[in-house]
């Protein structure tokens, strides 16, 4: 059973950080580009940072760079974002995304969502 499970969401006050976590099970993790996306009420799902398979390169979209962090742990699973001086912006449903790109199909995979509120 394929699963990612992200975790570390909560409100914090605009300049204050916070670093999400996302466990993967039931499939090789270190075959898989890992993203992390965000959607706020009444937009679409946007595309925040990506690490490729061993960790070696990080993009991140221009409205976080410098800000976040995108981070993997092949030997636990693990693929983090540390997200420091947030703004109300960012207040959004983060997800964990994990892609095979030399697969075919395709095979790409979702996690439930984590909620980030930044407010004071």
């Known amino acids: 059973q394929v699963q990612l499970v992200e975790s570390g969401g909560g409100l914090v006050q605009p300049g204050g950080s916070l670093r999400l976590s996302c466990a993967a099970s039931?499939?090789?993790?270190?075959?898989?580009?890992m993203s992390w996306y965000r959607q706020a009420p009444a937009k679409e799902r946007e595309l925040v940072a990506r690490?490729?398979?061993?960790?070696?390169?990080?993009n991140y979209a221009d409205s976080v760079k410098g800000r976040f962090t995108i981070s993997r742990d092949n030997a636990k699973n693990t693929v983090h974002l540390q997200m420091n001086s947030l703004k109300p912006e960012d207040t959004a449903v983060y997800y964990c995304n994990a892609v095979l790109y030399s697969s075919a199909p395709r095979l790409d995979y979702w996690g439930q969502g984590t909620q980030v509120t930044v407010s004071s």
């Open positions: 690490i490729t398979r061993a960790g070696g390169i990080t």
């Open positions: 039931g499939f090789t993790f270190s075959t898989y580009v």
